[in-house]
């Protein structure tokens, strides 16, 4: 299906019309510390069919009631677990202010979970690319006719994700808060303001247990290099000095993302910028990693989740332990440090294989380049989700907690679970406090080997010591 750009010319301007100012109601509740693209990108695409927009963005900024009331349309941005269960609260707020508001969640989140959203919470879900469907969305309200169009899912009549490419405009930043009101990159002791853009959206990749491939079904569009560049340019006139490519894989379409960064690198020399690449395309494309250096790349998140062969294969990750190796010596020989997220707490993972992770990133100085969070993080199965099929399930997965939007699960190893509670309990202490990175990974490793009922032996000590990276402010967690 091919989707045609909205007309230019606007709706006509009536007592209650959507066309009014802040009739409809865009709003983000959290999107790891960046100025939110998923309301940049619709406000845009909003304002070219004639609408004006409102926009909010509660991680930074307050909600008032009045922008509620004015409202005939509340959109509510869910691309991650946290973003929902902030906006479950936030379509509560509205249902209790302006009943008569129709709420819709978009995003990501909002195609997994459409059952209980549209229970409890809101009158349709948008998922997939969703630009289009929100536009034909105020449309049907406009008119009072059926909400039919494709991509919008109500209660009465379900509807898939539109997994189109379609006519993006270049983002609409200029009524969002400021860059510095977000995450920064800190570098040597100062902090910088950083942008965030996208060149592709989905991914190409299906690991069992990402919440994109439910919804995309390893598909992935790239947005026109234009608006990218737009975009970025924008940024860096509003003060970036870094940017963050927030594409599930940057290498997804390695040569589109080259040509958009050697565009920017001739604008912008100065300019440098982070991505996220899976440890497959770090070797498959080792070749290009020196000209991403050569570019400006200040570092690489990786999507390494685990150490342990038989965790990597549940998950479909596409590496192995000996390819995360062969990957930290490609990326260290281009001088881009690697960021590894982590994922160490699955129904797989066993207590020797977090022993081995801990002694992997302390014997390789890698703890600069974690954050502590990144040892407690826990397998999240949201509806949907590839896992449920799992043969393995009937051993550790329980039922739907459709109001925290996962399936609960237990590890056939109750001291794993236990294990768990205690390192995320250190964590958020640590954090609290302001510990510094290795005095909490310190504690870690201490309660980790407390767990076999013996003592702690020393840290390892790295034979190769490593500066710290840069990094962003803002902690990585779903």
Not at 204 to 226: A, K, L
Not at 446 to 471: D, L, M, N
Request: glycine share 8%; charged share 20%.
């Amino acid at each position: 299906m091919v989707i045609a750009p909205p007309p230019d010319s606007s709706p006509t301007t009536t007592v209650g019309s959507l066309a009014a100012p802040g009739a409809v109601l865009l709003i983000a509740c959290y999107e790891l510390g960046h100025q939110p693209l998923s309301l940049a990108s619709p406000l845009a695409y909003l304002r070219r069919a004639g609408y004006a927009p409102a926009a909010v963005d509660t991680s930074v900024e307050a909600l008032a009631d009045e922008a509620i009331r004015a409202a005939r349309l509340v959109a509510i941005s869910v691309p991650m677990h946290t973003a929902l269960r902030l906006g479950a609260r936030v379509a509560e707020r509205v249902r209790a202010v302006n009943p008569s508001a129709h709420v819709c969640f978009y995003g990501l989140y909002a195609t997994l979970n459409a059952d209980h959203l549209l229970r409890r919470h809101s009158d349709s879900v948008i998922g997939g690319e969703y630009e289009q469907p929100l536009l034909d969305l105020v449309r049907a309200l406009e008119r009072g006719g059926p909400l039919d169009a494709p991509g919008g899912g109500t209660a009465t009549r379900p509807a898939a994700p539109v997994l189109e490419r379609l006519p993006l405009a270049e983002p609409a930043r200029d009524n969002l808060p400021p860059l510095r009101a977000y995450a920064g990159l800190e570098r040597d002791g100062s902090i910088v303001p950083v942008g965030y853009v996208e060149a592709t959206r989905g991914c190409h990749h299906t690991c069992h247990h990402c919440p994109i491939p439910p919804v995309y079904g390893g598909r992935f569009f790239v947005v026109p290099r234009e608006v990218v560049l737009a975009d970025a340019r924008a940024q860096v006139a509003a003060g970036a000095r870094h940017l963050t490519f927030g594409d599930p894989d940057f290498f997804n379409g390695p040569q589109h993302g080259l040509r958009i960064l050697r565009a920017l690198h001739a604008d912008f020399p100065w300019l440098t910028f982070d991505a996220t690449i899976k440890v497959e395309h770090l070797l498959r494309h080792r070749k290009l990693v020196p000209e991403l250096a050569a570019l400006g790349c200040a570092f690489v998140v990786s999507a390494v989740e685990s150490l342990s062969d038989l965790v990597l294969t549940k998950l479909a990750k596409g590496h192995t332990r000996g390819d995360v190796e062969a990957a930290l010596a490609v990326l260290d020989a281009a001088g881009i440090p690697m960021r590894p997220s982590l994922l160490p707490f699955t129904p797989w993972a066993t207590h020797d294989d977090y022993l081995e992770l801990l002694r992997f990133f302390a014997a390789r100085d890698l703890l600069g380049h974690v954050d502590p969070i990144q040892f407690a993080i826990r397998l999240l199965v949201p509806p949907g989700s590839i896992l449920l099929s799992d043969p393995t399930s009937a051993a550790w997965l329980g039922d739907l907690d459709a109001e925290a939007y996962t399936y609960r699960w237990a590890h056939p190893d109750p001291r794993m679970d236990t294990l768990h509670a205690e390192v995320a309990t250190l964590v958020e202490i640590a954090a609290g406090s302001g510990e510094p990175a290795r005095a909490t990974f310190t504690r870690i490793w201490e309660a980790a080997h407390a767990a076999t009922g013996r003592g702690a032996p020393p840290i390892p000590t790295p034979a190769v010591e490593r500066r710290s990276p840069p990094r962003l402010t803002e902690s990585w967690f779903c």
